[in-house]
């Protein structure tokens, strides 16, 4: 038995780093609080009161991510005020392909020892994406847990919660051969496909996250840091004015994954290729690693992060709405009928 009390810093927790963080983001959470929150911060439970008055059929659409291994460019750079966009982009785009609009959002962090100036960048940048969705930070947890993560490593996750009536919902059922398929530009590699791509540029090809790559106009590391680009207000503008069949994120599995789960059993989706421009972040990425094409198209979204699916009449309309928001649309492809699959030409 030990002479001195043992105390919980000594096992490496410690508590009153959390309270500083908390006391440093406290004006961040509370910048994004809408009039339905109620809970103030310290509260065991985050309140949200729906006003049920706005609706007539009221839907709860819910989704959870994480950030994946791009946090490890993070780490590398020790730049943490990127990651929180990621974060609520990616959220907020998984439920917009449904028609919903974000109503609050909980965030984890987990780490092994915690640093209150890493928490707060992170913070920071949740709090920016949440003000930019009209999304409330409602909550969320702080986990310090020695000798679960390596020192100066963390893990970001966070749960997102939306509404959309019931006669709004866009689910893919109405898709029908002949449709268009448009796509928007992505703004990078997003989330996903982190773990090929450090492992092509960093490890087989040895390049350096400070590198200057003339072809990317900027380092390897701020390309990698691209925040995930969010669609919200430029598709949300665009559900009132066209008929939009479907939507598709383009995120883990690319094209031949994400893109069949909007389509009816008897469609399938005809990609061109050659519709639009690969970045050279991808290009890069392929030459360096010797990837296959069919490997990057189900590994990243190879410059196309959203897909929407709307009838041929209203596609080139759509486009051009698309272009005058600021989106990088152009027109990729149709719907036929087919079994169930994407094939790219």
């Given at each position: 038995?030990?002479?001195?009390p043992v105390?919980?810093?000594q096992?490496?927790?410690?508590?009153?780093?959390a309270?500083t963080a908390?006391l440093r983001?406290k004006e961040?959470?509370?910048?994004?609080q809408?009039p339905?929150?109620?809970?103030?911060?310290?509260?065991?439970?985050?309140?949200?009161?729906?006003?049920?008055?706005?609706y007539?059929q009221p839907?709860?659409v819910?989704?959870?991510?994480?950030v994946g291994?791009?946090?490890?460019?993070?780490?590398?750079?020790?730049?943490?005020d990127?990651?929180?966009?990621?974060?609520?982009?990616?959220c907020?785009n998984?439920?917009?392909v449904?028609g919903?609009?974000?109503l609050?959002f909980l965030?984890?962090?987990a780490t092994?020892k915690?640093q209150?100036?890493v928490?707060?960048?992170?913070?920071k940048g949740?709090?920016e994406?949440?003000?930019?969705?009209?999304?409330?930070?409602?909550?969320g947890?702080?986990?310090e847990?020695p000798g679960?993560?390596?020192e100066?490593?963390?893990d970001l996750?966070g749960t997102?919660?939306?509404?959309v009536e019931?006669d709004a919902i866009?689910?893919?059922?109405?898709?029908?051969p002949?449709d268009a398929v448009?796509g928007l530009?992505?703004?990078g590699?997003?989330t996903?496909?982190?773990s090929l791509?450090?492992y092509?540029?960093f490890?087989?090809?040895?390049?350096r996250?400070?590198?200057?790559?003339?072809?990317l106009?900027t380092?390897?590391g701020?390309?990698?840091?691209?925040?995930h680009?969010?669609?919200l207000?430029?598709?949300t503008?665009?559900?009132q004015?066209?008929?939009i069949?479907?939507?598709?994120h383009?995120t883990?599995?690319?094209?031949?994954?994400?893109?069949p789960?909007?389509?009816p059993?008897?469609?399938?989706?005809i990609i061109?290729r050659?519709?639009w421009?690969?970045?050279?972040i991808?290009?890069?990425?392929?030459e360096?690693?010797?990837?296959?094409?069919?490997?990057?198209?189900?590994?990243f979204?190879?410059?196309?992060?959203m897909?929407?699916?709307?009838p041929?009449?209203?596609s080139?309309?759509?486009v051009?709405?698309?272009?005058?928001q600021g989106?990088?649309?152009t027109l990729?492809?149709?719907?036929?009928?087919?079994g169930?699959?994407?094939q790219i030409?």
């Amino acid at each position: 038995m030990p002479e001195e009390p043992v105390t919980y810093r000594q096992a490496g927790v410690d508590i009153d780093a959390a309270h500083t963080a908390l006391l440093r983001m406290k004006e961040l959470i509370r910048a994004t609080q809408t009039p339905e929150v109620l809970a103030d911060l310290g509260a065991f439970g985050g309140m949200f009161q729906l006003d049920l008055s706005r609706y007539r059929q009221p839907v709860l659409v819910s989704s959870i991510d994480g950030v994946g291994t791009k946090l490890k460019v993070a780490f590398m750079t020790g730049r943490h005020d990127t990651v929180g966009h990621d974060l609520v982009n990616h959220c907020v785009n998984d439920i917009l392909v449904q028609g919903a609009r974000p109503l609050f959002f909980l965030d984890y962090f987990a780490t092994g020892k915690l640093q209150p100036e890493v928490l707060v960048e992170v913070v920071k940048g949740l709090s920016e994406a949440c003000q930019e969705t009209g999304c409330a930070l409602l909550g969320g947890e702080t986990a310090e847990m020695p000798g679960m993560y390596a020192e100066g490593e963390y893990d970001l996750a966070g749960t997102i919660v939306g509404v959309v009536e019931r006669d709004a919902i866009i689910d893919g059922s109405r898709v029908e051969p002949g449709d268009a398929v448009v796509g928007l530009a992505s703004s990078g590699l997003h989330t996903n496909g982190y773990s090929l791509a450090r492992y092509v540029l960093f490890e087989l090809a040895g390049m350096r996250v400070d590198s200057y790559v003339p072809e990317l106009g900027t380092s390897l590391g701020e390309e990698l840091l691209r925040p995930h680009r969010c669609y919200l207000h430029p598709l949300t503008a665009a559900m009132q004015q066209f008929d939009i069949h479907a939507i598709a994120h383009i995120t883990g599995g690319g094209f031949y994954d994400n893109i069949p789960r909007v389509l009816p059993s008897d469609c399938r989706v005809i990609i061109d290729r050659r519709s639009w421009e690969v970045p050279p972040i991808f290009r890069l990425i392929q030459e360096k690693g010797n990837v296959p094409d069919p490997e990057m198209f189900r590994t990243f979204n190879m410059g196309i992060g959203m897909v929407v699916i709307v009838p041929r009449e209203q596609s080139l309309a759509l486009v051009e709405f698309l272009q005058m928001q600021g989106e990088g649309a152009t027109l990729i492809g149709e719907v036929q009928r087919g079994g169930h699959d994407v094939q790219i030409m």
